[in-house]
């Protein structure tokens, strides 16, 4: 398997050059509107949505302190003058200049980062990576200095994810190692997790060598069990249900599609029961196209293949359910393009080499319901040629 290239809807992801997506065996490529007659392996999938679980303008109102009914000691208005001089700043380098100077103090660091953030939005990428390490390492600061403080490092984590998503600059192996951190010392904090998760995904999703090396680095500090332990710690949803419940089960199946991206990852996957994490967030949310989606991308990556890791991975799937949870989200989720496109790629991948998955996917009419579903979705090339890759690989087995 290797650390080859991710794909979304067939183009390269990460600024790599573009690639063919769907390939067939040497000489056996079939004539158009065909079925192959030989087994197919849906490639490695990355999305790049733009999905945030909440706003910093939303955060601002949810945590605005109330009004206070004691008049204002002196210290209390200094720091409630502070706050305003750091919302009214216009100038990135003035917040970084107040969050260096003021980090000791948890209002005006949250007021720091949140304009930090704001201001970011106006700037253009070499403005950003100009900014960028000198704001990220004030923010460790501050978070490191406030270490028994999880709102902190919540609006921490919730910034580094957003900036690493626009910026190479906020990709770090020390940025990695902040994530890590802040999820160890608050594991009770759902919406902290969730960020510490999306984080992750957005510093390892690409597959540049760059990012290569990050993935690497990133399952050497224990990312991956990080990650793993948040979404097991929360997967019970009659205690923990809720948005940011939901949000930390979709991030932490990204999260692990993102770092699993060679053999020696994969394998660690299995032997940390992320597929059996992926597929009790999947159970937990039955009618969430963003976690079902999130959750049959990872399963298609960990399963991608035929190396003996993925080979585990597939057995690994089976035995944890992972056949009927995507037989089931299909049909659950039967007229969403984005859901049966990876529907379909996770379980043409889980049954290629995995006698016990395709017969259980061939009790279960997988093929009927990916028939149906070329028909549904005439339109859509990535549907089309998923549920046609599900369809052959099934074909192979019951012959």
């Known amino acids: ?40 392996n849906v490639p490695r999938t990355n999305r790049d949505d733009k999905r945030k679980p ?5 955060k601002v109102s949810a945590n605005a302190p109330a009004a206070m009914e004691e008049e204002p000691s002196p210290e209390d208005e200094e720091e409630l003058m502070m706050v305003l001089s750091v919302m009214g700043a216009t100038d990135a380098n003035e917040v970084v200049h107040m969050l260096k100077a003021h980090g000791h103090n948890p209002a005006i660091t949250e007021a720091c980062i949140t ?5 970011a939005t106006t700037l253009g990428a070499k403005e950003m990576g100009t900014l960028a390490t000198p704001f990220l390492e004030a923010m460790f600061t501050a978070m490191d200095f406030h270490d028994a403080d999880a709102n902190v490092s919540q609006w921490g984590l919730s910034a580094l994810a957003d900036l690493s998503e626009k910026a190479e600059e906020c990709r770090s192996v020390g940025c990695l190692h902040a ?16 960020s510490g998760c999306r984080a992750l995904y957005n510093q390892c999703h690409a597959m540049t060598k760059k990012s290569i090396a990050r993935k690497e680095a990133a399952l050497a500090i224990g990312a991956l069990v990080t990650v793993i332990s948040a979404m097991e710690r929360f997967g019970n949803r009659e205690l923990f249900g809720g948005d940011d419940e939901e949000e930390l089960q979709l991030w932490g199946c990204a999260a692990i599609s993102s770092l699993t991206a060679t053999e020696s990852a994969v394998e ?15 159970k937990a949310h039955p009618s969430s196209v963003q976690v079902f989606s999130e959750g049959a991308a990872a399963l298609s990556n960990l399963c991608h293949g035929m190396s003996p890791p993925s080979l585990m991975a597939k057995a690994a799937a089976f035995e944890a359910g992972g056949v009927p949870s995507i ?4 049909g659950a989720l039967e007229s969403e393009e984005q859901a049966q496109a990876y529907g379909f790629g996770a379980l043409a ?45 099934l074909k192979v087995k019951s012959k």
């Open 1 to 40: 398997m290797g650390a080859s290239q991710s794909y979304h809807d067939g183009e390269a992801i990460g600024g790599e050059e573009a690639a063919e997506s769907w390939t067939y065996p040497e000489g056996d490529e079939p004539p158009a509107g065909t079925l192959s007659e030989h087994p197919v």
């Open 54 to 58: 909440i706003s910093f303008s939303q």
């Open 115 to 119: 304009r930090g953030m704001q201001l």
């Open 179 to 194: 994530i890590v951190q802040a999820m160890h010392r608050f594991p009770a904090a759902t919406s902290l997790q969730a």
């Open 268 to 282: 660690r996957a299995v032997h940390a029961h992320a597929i059996e994490a992926v597929i009790c967030a999947m």
């Open 327 to 330: 037989v089931l989200g299909l």
């Open 349 to 393: 991948n889980m049954v290629r080499g995995c006698s016990n998955a395709t017969e259980q996917a061939l009790e279960m009419k997988a093929d009927a319901i990916a028939k149906a579903a070329l028909g549904r979705f005439g339109g859509s090339s990535s549907v089309q040629k998923k549920a046609k890759a599900l369809i052959t690989n």
